[in-house]
């Protein structure tokens, strides 16, 4: 589903590099999403926004931050990159929904991911 | 801190049986439950939401919700072996922000 890119797909950087990822989304939805995937972790929350001017800390946002330059594109910075760092990184969108109840427009979308490995 | 814990897995059953994966939260003030599939190296998918109690059927999948017991299932039906990847449970929270908090997944194969 090319809804919502992220670029690169893949990246292997060394230790104390600066790493950005980048999301876009062709969905219009108000709502974007970071995540980080470990084996065995499930998925965790890096950062999210609502809106341009809204960003917000996950449950894991320390190391990480993040830039909505529009509404179709949410960043993820990583200002010195550290070996527990490398992961599946995951950019999610989602809107609201009328007609059902008002936490359904968590359903989000996610894009294809980018696997990065920090050396 | 709120958690979704679901069954460890690996779990594996034969082409045509029900595969019944089980999810418990901590949150009681949440309202929408969500079941996501994701093949390796893969994104995760939407396959099924719930918020009502008792069952919802799409398919081959059933999603089942208990509140009171702080519980949600997902049963597949004439398991495939195309059903084969791991099956993330997401609960939102009851913050105003209504995040979503994942559970570790259950890695399901169906064998031919």
């Known amino acids: 589903d090319a809804d919502v890119t992220q670029t690169p797909r893949n990246r292997i950087t060394k230790t104390g590099k600066r790493i950005m990822l980048e999301c876009s989304q062709t969905?219009?939805?108000?709502?974007m999403y970071w995540y980080r995937q470990d084996p065995g972790l499930g998925l965790r929350l890096i950062y999210y926004?609502?809106?341009?001017?809204?960003?917000n800390k996950g449950e894991i946002s320390d190391g990480y931050s993040v830039s909505r330059q529009a509404q179709a594109k949410f960043s993820l910075s990583l200002e010195s990159a550290i070996p527990n760092q490398t992961a599946l990184y995951f950019c999610?969108?989602?809107?609201?929904?009328?007609?059902?109840?008002?936490?359904?427009?968590?359903?989000?979308?996610f894009g294809p991911g980018t696997r990065l490995t920090v050396l | 801190q709120k958690e979704v814990e679901q069954n460890s897995g690996p779990l594996s059953v034969p082409e045509g049986a029900i595969a019944s994966l089980n999810c418990t939260y901590s949150?009681?003030?949440?309202?929408?439950f969500f079941w996501y599939r994701q093949y390796s190296g893969k994104s995760p998918e939407l396959i099924m939401f719930?918020?009502?109690?008792g069952d919802k059927e799409d398919g081959r999948f059933t999603a089942q919700l208990n509140k009171a017991s702080q519980y949600v299932s997902l049963l597949i039906r004439d398991s495939q072996p195309s059903d084969s990847a791991t099956y993330l449970c997401?609960?939102?929270?009851?913050?105003?922000?209504?995040?979503?908090?994942f559970g570790s997944g259950t890695q399901l194969t169906v064998l031919p």
């Open positions: 997401a609960v939102d929270s009851s913050g105003s922000a209504r995040q979503l908090t």
């Open positions: 719930i918020y009502s109690n």
């Open positions: 969905k219009g939805h108000d709502r």
């Open positions: 999610a969108t989602s809107h609201p929904r009328s007609g059902v109840p008002p936490s359904s427009y968590n359903e989000q979308f």
């Open positions: 949150d009681r003030g949440s309202q929408s």
């Open positions: 926004s609502f809106d341009v001017k809204d960003i």
